[in-house]
Structure formats: structure tokens, C-alpha cells
């Protein structure tokens, strides 16, 4: 049980570096709110184009390429050692997938947790009313409150987790507190 508490307790440590690696990185935010705006306007819209389904795709790849490049400290991807990103990752699955999947389970519980309290917060007649207090039709509002809810899933709970995915699995290493300590002196 001690092992399971200690992932756990690794689990939430998880969430904040994954926080922060992206909440420190202003590449990685503008990757992440441009596909977030894309789906916004296609839920209030309606607009089912493929085109911009493969646009949001392709930005979510570059988004994932980007936080590996940003923590790992590259100046650029092209010729990188992406063969030591697969060794670390294949390093970190041999020597714990069991910590990794329960770190990954608290990360989801906080994914989720944030996804039912914006779900509860953005609702229909709640933006209806702040649509009617600035004046506008509060007609949409259904798409309104679905655009809002998935545009603060796509600009926070996907790229956090995306993080946390990648350093769980070694692909970002982080560097610890006594690491860096040791590194000064």
C-alpha cells in the first residue's frame, strides 16, 4: 500500500511539473490556444470542415513535438537525439509502467475533476445570463457554453496532461529539486 501512496504522491507532483512546463513556456500556450479557438469556433459554428479537423490535429503533433524540444532544453527538433527520447522512454517503461499508469490515474482524476467543475460552472443558463447582460442574443447559448467548456479543456486539461504523459514516460526529463542542488555545489 505504501508503494501505491508514494505513486500517487509522485502522481500529483506529476501535475505540477507538467503545469508548469507548459504554463512556463509561451510556445507551448500559443500552440495550444490556436486549436483550442479552432474548436471553439467549430462547436458554436457548427462547421464540420475536415480541413480544420486536420488543422487542430497536425498543431496537437506540433504541440507534442514542441514540449519535448522545450523540456528538454533544445534550441530546434531537426536532427535532434530523438533516438535517446525513445531509450528514455523505454528506460522509464522497464523500470516502472505500474508507477507510471497510477501517477497517469491521478492525473486523469484531475483532469476530470477540473472538466465536471468547468462543466458545472459554463452552463447554458449561465451564459445565457452573461449573454444577456452584455446585451447579445442569448439564443446560441447552448453552443456558447460548449464552445467556452472546450475551449478551457483544449487550452488547459489537453495540454497538461499531454505534459504529464510525456514526462511520466520519460520523454521530458524533470529535473528534481536535490538534482539541481547537487548540479550547484
Do not use: C
Request: proline content about 4%; cysteine-free.
Amino acid at each position: 500500500m505504501t508503494g501505491v501512496l508514494h505513486h500517487v504522491r509522485a502522481g500529483v507532483v506529476l501535475l505540477g511539473s507538467a503545469a508548469t512546463l507548459y504554463v512556463t513556456a509561451p510556445l507551448l500556450l500559443g500552440l495550444a490556444i490556436v486549436p483550442a479557438g479552432l474548436r471553439s469556433y467549430q462547436l458554436y459554428s457548427g462547421d464540420t470542415n475536415g480541413w480544420l479537423e486536420l488543422l487542430v490535429e497536425l498543431l496537437r503533433v506540433a504541440l507534442v513535438v514542441a514540449m519535448v524540444a522545450v523540456g528538454r532544453r533544445w534550441r530546434g527538433v531537426a536532427g535532434q537525439p530523438w533516438r535517446q527520447v525513445r531509450a528514455d522512454v523505454a528506460r522509464a517503461y522497464r523500470a516502472g509502467w505500474f508507477g507510471i499508469l497510477v501517477q497517469l490515474g491521478v492525473v486523469t482524476l484531475a483532469a476530470l475533476a477540473v472538466g465536471a467543475v468547468v462543466g458545472a460552472v459554463v452552463t447554458e443558463s449561465s451564459v445565457r445570463e452573461v449573454l444577456g447582460a452584455l446585451g447579445a442574443d442569448s439564443a446560441p447559448a447552448r453552443r456558447a457554453a460548449d464552445a467556452v467548456t472546450f475551449a478551457v479543456k483544449n487550452v488547459v486539461v489537453i495540454p497538461v496532461y499531454l505534459a504529464a504523459l510525456l514526462i511520466a514516460s520519460g520523454a521530458v526529463p524533470v529535473e528534481r529539486p536535490a538534482a539541481r542542488a547537487g548540479a550547484a555545489g
